[in-house]
């Protein structure tokens, strides 16, 4: 079973900078696409950001020119360094994962990122 830890979530002002990591490990599947989604309170979690294994990269447009997904294949780490962060940002932070040959997704426990005005 693939296990997804994050890390890098915290508390920053308006227009300040985060900077978010996922490492996978207990891999035993070959894993395609991996990215970011989050969870505000009282809202449905929605994508921020995806990367194949390619590289192909995916943002929502809400974040589009502010964070930047990244992926490191051989450490089986996705990066999301986030900049000129809104109060809107905030939210629970969740790593994701996708299997290649079918499509099963794995979640990370989620890291929460909190944005003041």
């Known amino acids: 079973q693939v296990q997804l830890v994050e890390s890098g979530g915290g508390l920053v002002q308006a227009g300040g900078s985060l900077g978010l990591s996922c490492v996978a490990s207990?891999?035993?599947?070959?894993?395609?696409?991996m990215g970011w989604y989050r969870q505000a309170p009282g809202r449905q979690r929605e994508l921020v950001a995806t990367i194949t294994r390619g590289g192909r990269i995916n943002y929502a447009d809400s974040v589009k020119g502010r964070f930047t997904i990244s992926r490191d294949n051989a450490k089986m780490t996705v990066y999301l360094q986030m900049n000129s962060l809104k109060p809107e940002d905030t939210a629970v932070y969740s790593c994701?994962?996708?299997?290649?040959?079918?499509?099963?997704?794995?979640w990370g426990k989620g890291t929460l990122v909190t944005v003041s005005s």
């Open positions: 207990r891999i035993t599947v070959i894993i395609s696409t």
């Open positions: 994701y994962a996708e299997k290649l040959i079918d499509g099963t997704a794995y």
